[in-house]
Structures are given as C-alpha cells and as structure tokens.
C-alpha cells in the first residue's frame, strides 16, 4: 500500500525554524511531483508550497514566499519543507501529498493530488 508519511511537526516559538519531512513508501513517487498543504482549526485546507518530479521547478503560497523551502531529497521520494520566521499563524496540520502530474496553474490545487499522508501538526507560539 502507497503511503506517505510526514514527520517534523512540533512547537515553536514565533520567528523560529522548523523543518518538517515526507517519505514515501515507494520509489515511483520519485517521478510525481510533491507538494504540502495546511489545514487550521476551522478552516479550509490550502496550497502551501510544490516541487515538480525534476525538482526543477518549485511553487509557494504568497503568504509563505520567502520564508519557507521545499525541496527533494537525493532519492526524490522524500519531499522536505524548511519553515523559517515561523508566525502564530502558520500554526496547523502540515500534509504533503503527491501528484502523478501537475504545473505552475495546477499544483497550488488539492484535486492534482492522489495521495496524501496522515499529517504533522507544527504549532507557533507568540
């Protein structure tokens, strides 16, 4: 079974860093491209960031340029997202998902992706 699984997740303080990760369970997510969305208490889940399958191309939420990075590992089937200048309201349940497909009007959206993992939670304190 395809699974996806996030680690990382945790408290900070606001301004902080947090590093969370995506491993998937098989090496044929190294040709999908990866992404990680956000979902707060109440509210719907959104596009935080996106890598294409090469790694060649990345995508960000406005609210997130500049301040986060997400990346491939070596092996391509692992997907990072570098937080840094963390705010209170970055808090929330981080997911990353993968996407068989997807480009720069495509991968900011939740129906261009197949799987998904169970989710971190990253909590910002001010």
């Known amino acids: 079974q395809v699974q996806l699984v996030e680690s990382g997740g945790g408290l900070v303080q606001a301004g902080g860093s947090l590093r969370v990760s995506c491993a998937a369970s098989e090496r044929t997510f190294s040709n999908y491209a990866m992404g990680w969305f956000r979902q707060a208490p109440g509210k719907e889940r959104e596009f935080v960031a996106a890598v294409t399958w090469s790694g060649s191309s990345v995508y960000y939420a406005d609210s997130v340029k500049g301040r986060f990075t997400i990346s491939r590992g070596d092996a391509k089937n692992t997907v990072y997202l570098q937080m840094n200048s963390l705010k209170p309201e970055d808090t929330a349940v981080y997911y990353c998902?993968?996407?068989?497909?997807?480009?720069?009007?495509?991968?900011?959206?939740?129906?261009?992706?197949?799987?998904w993992g169970q989710g971190t939670q990253v909590t910002v304190s001010s």
């Open positions: 998902a993968a996407a068989a497909g997807c480009g720069a009007r495509t991968c900011i959206l939740l129906s261009a992706y197949r799987y």
